[in-house]
């Protein structure tokens, strides 16, 4: 199977190779700026073109990569479906809710296949947290607390910083943390965020979310574009019989167990010396769905609901209010 990719700059060029790892071969790159294709499709052996509508139209191209700053993925998404290819689009599925609408409306209608790049599913520590919650490790969970971020990501232009392009740490960055929140524990029944982009400017971001999930968890996600350097992830999910605490500066995943609830309190459970990244296990969860080989960890509704709860955190940060999901 050939891949198309538009948007040749950081998830490209990241992308590229994992595509390759996952057994499909690139056969063309798109991007606006000529330049960054060329430089990546030579890399691949790949064709280059400043069209990218292009990619989408090439009749030896199977599925579109759309990797470009968030809000041009809808018309992408659009025009490869009308096409008639599969498509992966990194996440955010859309900018609006308006846009995922009419990208989901195009994929289904042509019946094609879409994979939204959810990684955080695929990262084997958050799937390893994953597995100890429903092996009853911590018991019945109450609370799960997240935090991710570092620097306002650069980019190869000032998009990430251009907060109507990208919507800050709430929709670019802690977006992740929203989707595996609601893979692990379910849909949100409402959301509060306070943000400091209101007071800073774009660059400096700082966005705490605290959410009700339907299930009666309370979750608070943290994601920060105000720190000097540095990228950190933590996680730490409390039950009724101990806690699961990760932090990506300290793996490997540690659980605690009440005292009276193990006899090896503080017991390590190790982190695999991970070899295969989680951005190859996208493609490679991907291929296996466009191979009919069963159903991908992501699905389209997945990007559309984690779409849904960023957008629901700004308008509560812009409100003041709760917002409250149906
Ligand atoms: N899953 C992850 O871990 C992860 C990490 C970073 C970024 N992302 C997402 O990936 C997407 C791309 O981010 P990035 O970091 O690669 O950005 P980037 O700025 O590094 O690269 C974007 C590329 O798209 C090109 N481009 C801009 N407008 C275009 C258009 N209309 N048509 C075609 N090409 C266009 C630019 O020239 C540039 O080469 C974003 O949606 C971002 O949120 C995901």
Not at 1 to 10: L, N, T
Not at 135 to 158: D, E, M, N, S
Request: proline share 5%; net charge negative.
């Amino acid at each position: 199977m050939k891949v198309g990719i538009i948007g040749c700059s950081g998830m490209g060029a990241h992308h590229a190779q994992f595509i390759c790892n996952a057994g499909f071969k690139l056969a063309v790159c798109g991007d606006t700026i000529p330049e960054r294709a060329k430089a990546l499709a030579a890399k691949f052996g790949a064709d280059a073109t400043g069209d990218c509508m292009s990619v989408c139209r090439r009749k030896d191209v199977d599925v579109v990569a759309v990797l470009t700053p968030t809000p041009y993925h809808a018309p992408y998404v659009v025009a490869a479906a009308e096409a008639g290819k599969h498509v992966f689009c990194e996440k955010p599925f859309g900018r609006t809710m308006e846009q995922c609408d009419e990208a989901l409306d195009a994929v289904e209608k042509a019946d094609v296949k879409l994979f939204l790049g959810h990684v955080v599913r695929y990262f084997q520590e958050f799937e390893a947290i994953k597995k100890q919650i429903e092996a009853g490790k911590v018991g019945k969970v109450g609370f799960v607390r997240t935090y991710r971020g570092g620097i306002c990501p650069v980019g190869a232009g000032t998009w990430f910083r251009d907060w109507e392009m990208s919507g800050g740490v709430t929709m670019d960055t802690i977006i992740h943390d929203f989707d595996w929140i609601r893979y692990v524990f379910g849909d949100p029944e409402r959301i509060y965020c306070q943000n400091l982009k209101e007071r800073f400017g774009e660059a400096i971001d700082y966005s705490m979310v605290t959410m009700r999930m339907k299930s009666g968890i309370i979750a608070t996600t943290t994601g920060t574009w105000a720190h000097p350097a540095g990228f950190q992830v933590k996680v730490e999910v409390c039950g009724d019989n101990g806690m699961i605490q990760y932090d990506s500066n300290e793996a490997p995943i540690s659980s605690m167990m009440r005292a009276n609830a193990s006899d090896t309190p503080g017991m390590i459970v190790p982190g695999s010396p991970v070899s295969v990244s989680p951005y190859q296990l996208e493609w490679e969860d991907f291929k296996r769905w466009l191979e009919g080989n069963g159903e991908p960890r992501v699905t389209p509704e997945d990007g559309v609901w984690a779409v849904r709860i960023a957008l629901g955190a700004l308008e509560s940060a812009q409100t003041g209010q709760p917002v409250t999901f149906n």
